[in-house]
C-alpha cells in the first residue's frame, strides 16, 4: 500500500522554509525537546486559539516565539495576561529568556487567510465532528468554504469510526488539484482530532496555493531577466550616448614620447636663428692667427 509523505516536509528548503531556526551542535537534543514541549504546551493550554503554526528561533540565550493564528485576542487575553503567563511558563522550563510574537492572520499583509489555511480547516472539521454534524456534510462545507476564499484545490480526508459504525474507514472528499508530487506546487498541509463518543476521529486537509518559483529558480529567473535587459537596452544597459552633450575626453593619460636619437636633427621651431655679430666672432679669429704664428 502506498503512504503519504507530508507535503511540507517534502519541500523543505525548496519553496518552505524551517520552522525552527537555530543551530546546535552540542545542545542539539536539548533545544529539540524544548521546541517540542513548547509547541504542545502552547497548544493544549490555547486549544480555541485558532493556532496555524508556530515558530521558533534562537540566538544564545534568548529565545523567539512567533504564533500565528486567527484569534489574537484570545492568545493576548485581558492586557495581554494570557501571553505574559505563556512566557513565564516557557522561562520556567527553558531558564532562558522568551520573547512571544502573535502574528494576526486576518490582516491584509498575511500571505494565507483563515479561510484557506489547512491547519484551521482540519480543526474547524474536527470540531464539527465532535458536535455531531455528519462527517459528510462537514468536510463539504470545509472544501466550498477553502474554493470560496481562493484556493485552487481542496482535498479533507476522515478516518475512523465515522457516523458510529462498528469498523472505522476512511473517506475523503476533494475539489479542483492538488500535485503532490510537484515541488514547486504550494500545498498546505493540516491535520487535527476529534474526540468523540465513538472513538477517535483523524481528519487531514490538503489546500493548494498556486506553483511558487524555488529558490534556485528564483536566483536564475532574475539573472536570465537581467541579461535581457542589457541586450534590450532596459534595465542594467549601459546609456547611450546623447547628440547634444559632447563626449568627455579620455581620463586615460597619454605615455610620455621617447627621446629622439642622437643621429637625429632637433625638431623644428617656429622661432627665428639668433645671428652673431661679427664684431664678438674677430677676436676669436685673431686669436686664431697668433697662435698658428
Keep these: 500500500m502506498g503512504h503519504k509523505v507530508h507535503p511540507y516536509g517534502f519541500r523543505l528548503g525548496v519553496i518552505y522554509p524551517w520552522k525552527s531556526n ?9 533545544h529539540l525537546h524544548e521546541d517540542i514541549w513548547i509547541r504542545k504546551h502552547i497548544r493544549s493550554r490555547l486549544t480555541r486559539a485558532g493556532i496555524s503554526s508556530i515558530d ?11 504564533i500565528r493564528t486567527a ?5 493576548i487575553g485581558r492586557k ?26 486576518n490582516q491584509a499583509s498575511s500571505e494565507v487567510r483563515p479561510e484557506t489555511d489547512a491547519a484551521l480547516l482540519a480543526q474547524g472539521v474536527a470540531e464539527q465532528l465532535v458536535g455531531r454534524v455528519a462527517f459528510r456534510r462537514a468536510m463539504r462545507r470545509a472544501v466550498q468554504t477553502a474554493m470560496r476564499s ?12 465515522l457516523g458510529g459504525t462498528e469498523m472505522g474507514r476512511k473517506e475523503w472528499y476533494r475539489e479542483g488539484r492538488v500535485p503532490l ?49 542589457r541586450a534590450r537596452g532596459g534595465l542594467g544597459a549601459r546609456p547611450a550616448p546623447r547628440a547634444d552633450v559632447p563626449a568627455e575626453p579620455a581620463s ?7 627621446a629622439p636619437a ?32
Design 80 to 105: 495581554g495576561a494570557e501571553v505574559d503567563r505563556l512566557r513565564k511558563d516557557i522561562e520556567r522550563y527553558t531558564k532562558k529568556r522568551v520573547d512571544v510574537k502573535v502574528e494576526d492572520m
Design 181 to 229: 508530487h510537484t515541488l514547486r506546487a504550494k500545498v498546505d498541509f493540516g491535520t487535527a482530532e476529534a474526540r468523540t463518543t465513538m472513538g477517535a476521529i483523524g481528519v487531514k486537509v490538503w489546500v493548494y496555493h498556486g506553483d511558487e518559483v524555488p529558490y534556485r529558480e528564483q536566483e536564475t529567473e532574475r539573472a536570465r531577466a537581467r541579461a535581457t535587459a
Design 56 to 66: 521558533i528561533e534562537r540566538k544564545g540565550d534568548q529565545i523567539w516565539v512567533f
Design 150 to 161: 481562493g484556493a485552487l484545490g481542496v482535498r479533507v480526508a476522515t478516518a475512523g469510526r
Design 71 to 75: 484569534r489574537p485576542g484570545i492568545v
Design 22 to 30: 537555530w543551530y546546535a551542535k552540542r545542545d542539539y537534543a536539548e
Design 252 to 258: 586615460i593619460e597619454a605615455p610620455p614620447a621617447p
Design 262 to 293: 642622437e643621429s637625429e636633427a632637433p625638431p623644428a621651431t617656429d622661432e627665428a636663428p639668433v645671428e652673431v655679430p661679427a664684431a664678438v666672432e674677430a677676436p676669436a679669429a685673431a686669436e686664431t692667427e697668433g697662435g698658428e704664428a
